[in-house]
């Protein structure tokens, strides 16, 4: 979901969706403007932005050889299941 298409300020569950789309710097500078502004005037957006961040550091450094085959294979059955709906 680009913000582009929304005529007024964004609400929490849009900012949520757009995590992803912000961190890899794919939203339009004016979606970017739009989506910090909306960080600035929510505590709880900018706390979920920052655990992400923080997520990603953690999981970032995990490599495949790290986890034991159970848990790696249920992840994987996890993404398929995702893929999947």
């Keep these: 979901m680009k913000l ?3 005529r007024r300020d964004i609400v929490c569950q849009q ?3 757009l995590v992803t789309d912000y961190l890899e710097g794919t939203l339009s500078r004016r979606d970017t403007r739009r989506f910090e502004a909306h960080l600035e005037a929510c505590d709880g957006c900018e706390e979920y932005l920052r655990q992400v961040r923080a997520t ?3 999981l970032g450094r995990i490599q495949p050889e790290d986890l034991a085959p159970e848990t790696r294979q249920g992840l994987m059955e996890l993404y398929r299941q995702f893929r999947e709906d």
Excluded: D, N, P, Y
């Design 4 to 6: 582009t298409t929304l």
């Design 15 to 17: 900012a949520v969706e």
């Design 56 to 58: 990603i550091r953690v």
